[in-house]
Nanobody, 121 residues
Framework: QVQLVESGGGLVQPGGSLNLSCAAS????????MGWFRQAPGKQRELVAR???????NYADSVKDRFTISRDNTKNTVYLQMNSLKPEDTAVYYC???????????????WGQGTQVTVSS
């Protein structure tokens, strides 16, 4: 069983910063990619940022130069540093990881429970 546990959401004023973290635990053989998605009310879930095992990163255009994704492979943890937050960043943020649980199994997606980020004055 694999679990992704997120932390770090909350309420912040426009222009402020938050740091999200997500730790994967359980039976894990390898983690190929970790990332963050978000879903605002009435909108579809969208990719925010993703980092693969080799260190490559990609970001949504709307968060480039403001958000930074990083990963600690020793802790199976991914972080999202969010700076210069805007009201349009308000959403539930979900951690995602593409995990192989055994040497002879296929990788699949796992999701965290979500953490609310609200940007408002």
């Amino acid at each position: 069983q694999v679990q992704l546990v997120e932390s770090g959401g909350g309420l912040v004023q426009p222009g402020g910063s938050l740091n999200l973290s997500c730790a994967a635990s359980g039976t894990i053989f390898s983690i190929n990619a970790m990332g963050w998605f978000r879903q605002a009310p009435g909108k579809q879930r969208e990719l925010v940022a993703r980092i693969v095992s080799g260190g490559g990163r990609n970001y949504a255009d709307s968060v480039k130069d403001r958000f930074t994704i990083s990963r600690d492979n020793t802790k199976n943890t991914v972080y999202l540093q969010m700076n210069s937050l805007k009201p349009e960043d308000t959403a539930v943020y979900y951690c995602n990881a593409y995990i192989q649980v055994g040497r002879w199994t296929y990788s699949r997606d796992y999701w965290g429970q979500g953490t609310q980020v609200t940007v408002s004055s």
